[in-house]
């Protein structure tokens, strides 16, 4: 099993610049979640899909932000423009989920470190 | 909102000594997840907690949840420096949809 898969695993970009930033779910996972990592904030969610519908997107920071997922085995987070504030580590998360996805174990792939200049 | 505390924030132990991080939130949980991350990892699934009172057993780490669905902590007997990382506990709450993650617990092991 490859796990989750993300791209790239480090971005540097300038400040306006349009980021996206890719995730593979593992297959047959149909819950998929964007996490931001900062020292300051923590860990938060930014998205939740299930079957490939935006279930949750309540903590996308604004509209900057914006997440899709064509189908079941791709995500992209893109922001547009980007802002030196969005320098975080970025997560995509996965699961099978057999009860709405909530209580379900959470596959987490190896981030995105993005820093904007 | 809710919001899920954890403390200590850091805690730095000689191996050997046991070391507990807790995690208290401000609604009742249906259920509550336990994460690590190793230094520039990712997070990786420890446990579920879902009864209220509920006790699980990893070799040695105890996790505990609480009687009434608003706290938990986790605790390691004779830490190891192999036990070096972020916990954080995340709560599902009982409606809606998100997880609330901790803001962890930073554990250094020094032999």
């Known amino acids: 099993d490859a796990g989750v898969i993300q791209s790239p695993r480090h971005e540097v970009t300038e400040m306006g610049q349009e980021v996206t930033l890719r995730c593979k779910p593992i297959?047959?996972?149909?819950?998929l979640f964007w996490y931001r990592q900062t020292m300051m904030r923590g860990l938060e969610l930014l998205i939740y899909?299930?079957?490939?519908?935006?279930?949750?997107d309540s903590g996308m920071p604004e509209d900057r932000f914006s997440a899709k997922m064509p189908n079941a085995s791709f995500s992209t987070l893109k922001i547009q423009p980007s802002e030196p504030r969005d320098s975080a580590v970025y997560f995509c998360?996965?699961?099978?989920?057999?009860?709405?996805?909530?209580?379900?174990?959470?596959?987490f792939g190896p981030g995105t470190r993005l820093t904007v200049l | 909102g809710q919001q899920v505390m954890q403390i200590p924030q850091y805690q730095h132990v000689q191996e050997g000594e046991d070391f507990t991080t807790y995690c208290n939130s401000s609604?009742?949980?249906?259920?509550i997840q336990w994460y690590k991350q190793r230094p520039g990892g990712h997070p990786v699934f420890l446990i579920q907690?879902?009864?209220?009172?509920e006790v699980k057993k990893q070799k040695r780490l105890t996790f505990q949840f609480g009687e009434a669905k608003k706290n938990s902590s986790l605790h390691i007997t004779a830490t190891q420096t192999t036990d070096v990382g972020t916990y954080f506990c995340?709560?599902?709450?009982?409606?809606?949809?998100?997880?609330?993650f901790g803001k962890g617990t930073s554990l250094l092991v020094t032999p």
């Open positions: 998360a996965s699961s099978s989920s057999t009860s709405g996805g909530l209580t379900d174990t959470q596959y």
């Open positions: 297959s047959g996972h149909n819950s």
């Open positions: 899909f299930n079957n490939n519908v935006p279930i949750d």
């Open positions: 609604t009742t949980l249906s259920n």
């Open positions: 907690l879902v009864k209220s009172g």
């Open positions: 995340a709560g599902w709450r009982n409606s809606g949809y998100a997880l609330n």
